[in-house]
Structure formats: C-alpha cells, structure tokens
C-alpha cells in the first residue's frame, strides 16, 4: 500500500486520513496542517522523507498562469529549496490544476448542452490566476471583465478583454506593485470602501464569477444574498464548509475544476501526487498529454454541485420593443400631461425627438420556468422611434438604434435578443441586424404565424359555428390577406392544411401565382383562389387572418362586409384593424394574433399592454430559444420556413407555452364574451336569411 502524506499550510482542524484505491492501487492518504507556519512544514518534510512514497504541499497560492509573480515568488523559492532538501517526490498540484482547468471548462460547455458559457457575462476576480480558464471561456464569450487592478494594486479599475488582462500581466502590475502612493491609497478607509462597494457591485452584475481557490474567502468578503443570489461560482477544491457558505448566499451552481474521485475532497496537490506515486515516475517526466488521458480514462470530470438543492439553469434574452402610437407614448405620466396644455402639433415634435434617443431597458424579466427545470430572465429594451417615425427614416436610422440595443442586451449578459413589432418589418427585415450584431437575432415570426393559427383554431372551436371533427379538414373558406409576407405565406401553408378553401390576398401578383403553385405542390386537394382584392371574397369567409404590416392603424378590409360569426385573426403589428372598425360588428371575432401564457408561477415583468404572464408570440419566441439554448439566429428576413414554425411549436410545447386567453382590441375575450359573440352572429344569420326568403319578399311586395 503506497502511501501519500500532505503537507498543508491551512489549519490543522482540517487534517484527515483515510485509505483509498486509485489507478488500481491501493493507497493510504494523510493530511497534516501547519497553520501557516512555514518552519514547521519544512520539518515535517524532513521527517516524511523517505517514509512516503510521495509528498504533496497544499495550502499555498499557485503562481499566475501569465505574466511575473513577483508578489508570491518567495514563496516560490521556498518550496524549491525544500523540494532540494528531500528524496521523495514532492508536488504541488500546480501542472494538474492547469490541465484540469480547461478540461473542466470544455466538459462542462459540451455536457450542458454546448452552449453554457455562450454570450454569458463572467467575473474573474483573478484573471492573472484564472489565466487558463479566462482563455477557454473566452472562446465562447467576449463578455468577460477582470478585476485585477482592483484586488491587486486598490486601483478601482477593471479589465475588459483578454487582450487587456495580457497587456496588464505584461509588466502593468509589477510597476504598479512599486508604486509609493498605493500602499497609501488602499490603506485609506474611503477608498477601501469604494474599492468594496465597487467588488459587490461587479459581482452582484455578473452571472459567473470566477473564484481563486487561496484566499476564497478574502475575495467574497461581505458578500451576501444581494450580490451572489443565483450566480454560478467557478473555483477549486470546494469543501464542505465553502458549499455551506456559498448555499447561504443563494448561489445556484458551484462549478469545482477539482474532480471529486474519492470520498474525501482532495487538492491538486494530493491527486498529482497519486498519479505520481501509481505511475512510479516523477511528475516532472510526465506530460500535460499523459494528464489529460488519464484524466479521460478514470473519468476525472469537474463537479456541478447545486447548493439549493436542486438543478438550476438561468439562461438569457433580451427583446426589442417600441411605442406603436402618439397614444402609447401618452402613458408616461409627465408626457401625457404636458400634451392636455401644449399647443398642437406637440405630440408630433414628442414623437420625432424620442425617436432620436438612445435605447434603454423598459423592464427585467424573470421568473420563467420550463417544466424541464430550465429557468430564462431577460430585458425588454426600448427603442423610441414609432411606426410612423421608422417610416419617415432610412432603414439606417432603426438599424443603427437596434445595433444600440444589441450591444446593451449584450452588456446585460444576454444571449440571444429579438425584435419585435416593426423593428422586424423595417429594411431587410432583421438580416442586416443578425449579420452586424453582436448576439444572435431572431424576429418571432415563425412563432406569430404558429400562435396565430393557434388563436384562430381555438376561437373557432369556442364559437361553435363551424362543424369541428377530429383529424379532418375543415369544410369551410379562410383567407388571408398579406398572404405572400413572412407571417401570411406561412400562414396559408397552414391554413391549407387544416381548411378545404383557402383565399390569398396580396397586391403582389407573381407571388401569389408562385405561393399558390407551390401550395398546391404540399396540398393538391386544397381549392385556392387569389386575388389582390379582399371586398371580393369577403362576406363568405369563416376565418381571415389579416397579415399586411400597413401600419397607421389602417383597416385593410370593409369589416361591415364580413360574415355574422367570422373569426378575424390580426396578426399585423401595428394592427391593420382600428379600434373603431371592430366596434361596429359586435358579431365578429376580432383577436389581435395568438399571445402566448408564459411557463412558471412568478413571472415578473412591466405592463405591455397584455395580461400577467401573457407575451406576444415574438417575444415567446426569443424566450423558447434561450430555454432551449438554442442561442441562433433562427428567424430573420421575409420568407419564414413552414418547418421552422412547426419546430417553434413543439419547442414551445416542450417548454410549457400554453395559448393565453384570446384577447382583442377591449382585453381578454371571456367565455361569456365569446359566446355573446356568437349569439349575435347566429341572430344576424338568422335575420339574413329571413330577408333573403320568399315569404319575406312576398309580404313587402303586398305592402
């Protein structure tokens, strides 16, 4: 039985022993604190020589993994002169730690879905240290800030790239160590606290904070639920009293680059002397290419531990949205009452400077929760300009305001942003966007056309109206007008699939003809009609699914030529329905797409105009894709895939996306309200019918 004796200079209420097997040998493994005190490790050294079959020294801060160590270079040459005093191996962990450090950040990427660290915003309290974590997780972020000056020089000051941390290792901070005034500085209380206040604050900001494994605690000091609440910690070695205070402090997940191989946690130092010791040969002669198969083979994988009990993943989006009308933009309190006393035309200068400033966050989001266990916070940002306003402009001017937000979704820490309402409709609709910005883009439109065919058939199935039987088409006529854009194309798809008559409507001519052709190809028994008049067909129509973007608020179709009882599905942002238009059928079903309920029972976010929990459908898309961890560009531009909109769907499914109420232009649609509806649409059928009878004619004929 071969036997390894550790030698720390941590305290010594936390020796051990205990016997083990490890690359099929046995071993016996013995810990011996020195509380410090470097005399007294150099004694045990002397003592064990020889009696071990390999010697490890824990307790000491490893040197930087870039740049001098000029702070920690005594201790260097300590351990050396000691090393050179004995026969048996003595190691430190130190060539272990590196390689495991990017063996623990790679596995963890690919295990969780290859997608963990992706756009995410991570803390190094030590980049200096954390040099071979920084360069592996840099692969997937470029979000990253290290808070070296501060922690080492008092300097309140961070590091923003690796670019920065390498020009810093360089030679920046030897000199700093040099300068007379910063002893002074950090000796001096208001600096200090600033210098505190600053630390909490980068922490409470970040999403993962990198944590050195010697001096864990100086580092977290006065940190508490308020700045680790919900974090990822990454560190090393984590011992059971580290698990406890972190689980205090609310964090979620503690990512330990020390595998866990034995019942006993163990540093790098104990582990390498193992493999030393098993190996029969100095660590010195074996390679990082020897480390990282052994560490393949016995399956040396890093620790996920979840302090609260329970698997816990917070991803991230952000969402673009905009005022849609002068009316909107009414609901901030000091704008609404300046307009009751300005003069005319002051709403109109309101609306032309605010489509000037920056973007800002409207609201956080939290508190989504798939059924899978995977949680999504995320920012709606505004961006001023209306409808009326992008219009007014160059696609230049909203592209260059939502490259703005991308940027800030970016420095929130968000890893996949969509647009919403007209910012997807403006120039190339979003292609320009997802090719310049920095996070992947999506519009939501796949999911517009699937929650609105989801609205419609719900709708249609409550008012009771048209025969339902299960697994076959509908025997009824369905148009759409906008029928060749993005959402109206997809939608024909569709609505061909589940209607016997399907009426496109577009004034492009040529692509109605190709639209059609290419339908009937996917369903040949669908009777298809087009034409660039709606008024033609309107008052056959069961369903009509409004689609064009005019914007203005301008009604698109005659809606006193509708059909008592037709369900009306606008999908369009800004609505191509008015207000004042749904209000003179009272018989008609008039919803404004298919909003989507959000999954989890504590979803905060401000007023958009929608029920608690409720969301459009492009915004539920962008929060299907960061569940998912899908963060990619998935729907830009104004041809919208048929299968993308039926993957969105089961995405949906998948991540708890239920149908909300159906809402219109007055709110949520009730049962109640629904069946008035319908009770009125079956009595103007009624009265229909009475006017067009014989008898009826007859008897006005008599008069």
Same mark, same amino acid.
């Given at each position: 039985?071969?036997?390894?004796?550790?030698?720390?200079?941590?305290?010594?209420?936390?020796?051990?022993?205990?016997?083990?097997?490890?690359?099929?040998?046995?071993?016996?493994?013995?810990?011996?604190?020195?509380? #410090?005190?470097?005399?007294?490790?150099?004694?045990?050294?002397?003592?064990?020589?020889?009696?071990?079959?390999?010697?490890?020294?824990?307790?000491?801060?490893?040197?930087?993994?870039?740049?001098?160590?000029?702070?920690?270079?005594?201790?260097?040459?300590?351990?050396?002169?000691?090393?050179?005093?004995?026969?048996?191996?003595?190691?430190?962990?130190?060539?272990?730690?590196?390689?495991?450090?990017?063996?623990?950040?790679?596995?963890?990427?690919?295990?969780?879905?290859?997608?963990?660290?992706?756009?995410?915003?991570?803390?190094?309290?030590? #980049?200096?240290?954390?040099?071979?974590?920084?360069?592996?997780?840099?692969?997937?972020?470029?979000?990253?800030?290290?808070?070296?000056?501060?922690?080492?020089?008092?300097?309140?000051k961070f590091l923003n790239s690796l670019e920065d941390l390498e020009?810093?290792?360089?030679?920046?901070?030897?000199?700093?160590?040099?300068?007379?005034?910063?002893?002074?500085?950090?000796?001096?209380?208001?600096?200090?606290?600033?210098?505190?206040?600053?630390?909490?604050?980068?922490?409470?900001?970040?999403?993962?904070?990198?944590?050195?494994?010697?001096?864990?605690?100086?580092?977290?000091?006065?940190?508490?639920?308020e700045e680790l609440g919900g974090k990822t910690i990454i560190t090393?070695?984590?011992?059971?009293?580290?698990?406890?205070?972190?689980?205090?402090?609310?964090?979620?997940?503690?990512?330990?680059?020390?595998?866990?191989?034995?019942?006993?946690?163990?540093?790098?130092?104990?582990?390498?002397? @193992?493999?030393?010791?098993?190996?029969?040969?100095?660590?010195?002669?074996?390679?990082?290419?020897?480390?990282?198969?052994?560490?393949?083979?016995?399956?040396?994988?890093?620790?996920?531990?979840?302090?609260?009990?329970?698997?816990?993943?917070?991803?991230?989006?952000?969402?673009?949205?905009?005022?849609?009308?002068?009316?909107?933009?009414?609901?901030?309190?000091?704008?609404?009452?300046?307009?009751?006393?300005?003069?005319?035309?002051? @709403?109109?200068?309101?609306?032309?400077?605010?489509?000037?400033?920056?973007?800002?966050?409207?609201?956080?989001?939290?508190?989504?929760?798939?059924?899978?266990?995977?949680?999504?916070?995320?920012?709606?940002?505004?961006?001023?300009?209306?409808?009326?306003?992008?219009?007014?402009?160059?696609?230049?001017?909203?592209?260059?305001?939502?490259?703005?937000?991308?940027?800030?979704?970016?420095?929130?820490?968000?890893?996949?942003?969509?647009?919403?309402?007209?910012?997807?409709?403006?120039?190339?609709?979003?292609?320009?966007?997802?090719?310049?910005?920095?996070?992947?883009?999506?519009?939501?439109?796949?999911?517009?056309?699937?929650?609105?065919?989801?609205?419609?058939?719900?709708?249609?199935?409550? @008012?009771?109206?048209?025969?339902?039987?299960?697994?076959?088409?509908?025997?009824?006529?369905?148009?759409?007008?906008?029928?060749?854009?993005?959402?109206?194309?997809?939608?024909?798809?569709?609505?061909?699939?589940?209607?016997?008559?399907l009426y496109m409507i577009d004034v492009r001519h040529s692509k109605?003809?190709?639209?059609?052709?290419?339908?009937?190809?996917?369903?040949?028994?669908?009777?298809?009609?087009?034409?660039?008049?709606?008024?033609?067909?309107?008052?056959? @129509?069961?369903?009509?699914?409004?689609?064009?973007?005019? #914007?203005?608020?301008?009604?698109?179709?005659?809606?006193?030529?509708?059909?008592?009882?037709?369900?009306?599905?606008?999908?369009?942002?800004?609505?191509?329905?008015?207000?004042?238009?749904?209000?003179?059928?009272?018989?008609?079903?008039?919803?404004?797409? #298919?909003?989507?309920?959000?999954?989890?029972?504590?979803?905060?976010?401000?007023?958009?105009?929608?029920?608690?929990?409720?969301?459009?459908?492009?915004?539920?898309?962008?929060?299907?894709?960061?569940?998912?961890?899908?963060?990619?560009?998935?729907?830009?531009?104004?041809?919208?895939?048929?299968?993308?909109?039926?993957?969105?769907?089961?995405?949906?499914?998948?991540?708890?996306?239920?149908?909300?109420?159906?809402?219109?232009?007055?709110?949520?649609?009730?049962?109640?309200?629904?069946?008035?509806?319908?009770?009125?649409?079956?009595?103007?059928?009624?009265?229909?019918?009475?006017?067009?009878?014989?008898?009826?004619?007859?008897?006005?004929?008599?008069?």
């Amino acid at each position: 039985m071969k036997q390894i004796i550790s030698i720390s200079l941590g305290n010594t209420k936390d020796d051990y022993e205990f016997a083990t097997e490890f690359l099929g040998q046995q071993f016996t493994i013995k810990r011996i604190g020195t509380d #410090g005190d470097v005399d007294i490790a150099a004694d045990l050294l002397k003592q064990w020589d020889s009696e071990a079959d390999a010697i490890s020294m824990g307790g000491l801060n490893f040197t930087y993994a870039i740049g001098s160590s000029r702070a920690i270079e005594k201790q260097t040459r300590r351990v050396k002169s000691l090393k050179s005093q004995i026969t048996s191996p003595v190691t430190t962990g130190e060539k272990l730690r590196r390689v495991s450090f990017e063996w623990a950040i790679r596995h963890i990427q690919f295990s969780l879905g290859n997608n963990y660290f992706n756009h995410t915003k991570v803390l190094f309290l030590s #980049g200096l240290l954390s040099y071979n974590i920084a360069k592996v997780i840099s692969e997937y972020t470029d979000n990253i800030t290290f808070a070296d000056p501060l922690f080492e020089n008092g300097i309140p000051k961070f590091l923003n790239s690796l670019e920065d941390l390498e020009m810093y290792a360089k030679g920046m901070h030897d000199i700093l160590e040099w300068v007379p005034s910063k002893r002074f500085a950090s000796s001096a209380a208001p600096i200090r606290q600033w210098n505190d206040y600053l630390r909490r604050k980068a922490i409470q900001k970040a999403n993962i904070i990198v944590v050195p494994t010697y001096n864990f605690y100086e580092y977290l000091k006065d940190c508490g639920l308020e700045e680790l609440g919900g974090k990822t910690i990454i560190t090393a070695t984590v011992y059971e009293d580290r698990i406890q205070f972190l689980q205090e402090r609310g964090v979620d997940v503690i990512i330990d680059c020390t595998p866990k191989i034995l019942e006993q946690v163990v540093g790098f130092n104990v582990l390498e002397a @193992m493999i030393s010791a098993a190996m029969d040969i100095p660590l010195d002669a074996i390679s990082e290419d020897d480390l990282l198969e052994i560490i393949s083979v016995q399956h040396l994988d890093p620790r996920v531990i979840y302090p609260q009990g329970e698997f816990r993943r917070v991803n991230r989006f952000a969402f673009v949205i905009h005022p849609l009308s002068q009316e909107q933009l009414k609901k901030d309190p000091t704008i609404q009452l300046m307009s009751r006393f300005a003069p005319h035309g002051f @709403m109109d200068a309101v609306e032309k400077i605010i489509a000037y400033s920056p973007p800002f966050v409207y609201s956080k989001v939290t508190g989504i929760k798939s059924p899978t266990g995977v949680e999504c916070e995320g920012w709606l940002i505004t961006v001023g300009g209306t409808p009326k306003q992008m219009l007014a402009h160059d696609a230049e001017f909203t592209y260059k305001r939502l490259l703005q937000a991308a940027k800030m979704a970016k420095r929130l820490g968000a890893q996949i942003m969509g647009l919403g309402a007209f910012t997807k409709v403006v120039g190339d609709a979003g292609k320009t966007v997802a090719k310049l910005a920095d996070i992947p883009i999506t519009t939501g439109n796949s999911y517009s056309a699937s929650g609105a065919l989801w609205a419609a058939a719900d709708a249609v199935r409550r @008012m009771g109206l048209i025969k339902v039987e299960k697994g076959k088409r509908l025997q009824a006529k369905t148009m759409v007008v906008g029928a060749t854009g993005a959402i109206g194309s997809v939608c024909c798809r569709l609505l061909a699939m589940a209607f016997t008559d399907l009426y496109m409507i577009d004034v492009r001519h040529s692509k109605l003809l190709a639209l059609k052709e290419s339908i009937l190809d996917e369903t040949p028994d669908t009777k298809i009609e087009i034409s660039t008049r709606a008024d033609k067909y309107l008052a056959d @129509m069961d369903v009509i699914v409004t689609a064009t973007s005019a #914007g203005g608020g301008k009604s698109v179709i005659d809606i006193m030529r509708v059909k008592p009882g037709c369900v009306i599905t606008d999908v369009a942002r800004p609505l191509d329905l008015s207000a004042e238009d749904v209000a003179k059928r009272p018989d008609v079903l008039v919803i404004e797409s #298919g909003e989507i309920l959000l999954p989890g029972d504590n979803v905060e976010m401000k007023d958009i105009g929608l029920p608690p929990r409720v969301a459009y459908a492009c915004l539920a898309e962008t929060i299907v894709l960061a569940l998912e961890g899908r963060y990619e560009i998935f729907t830009i531009g104004r041809d919208i895939e048929w299968q993308k909109v039926k993957e969105i769907y089961k995405l949906g499914l998948k991540h708890g996306m239920r149908l909300a109420a159906i809402s219109g232009v007055n709110g949520v649609f009730s049962d109640a309200d629904i069946a008035e509806v319908a009770r009125l649409a079956r009595e103007a059928r009624q009265l229909q019918v009475e006017e067009k009878s014989p008898k009826k004619k007859q008897s006005a004929g008599g008069r």
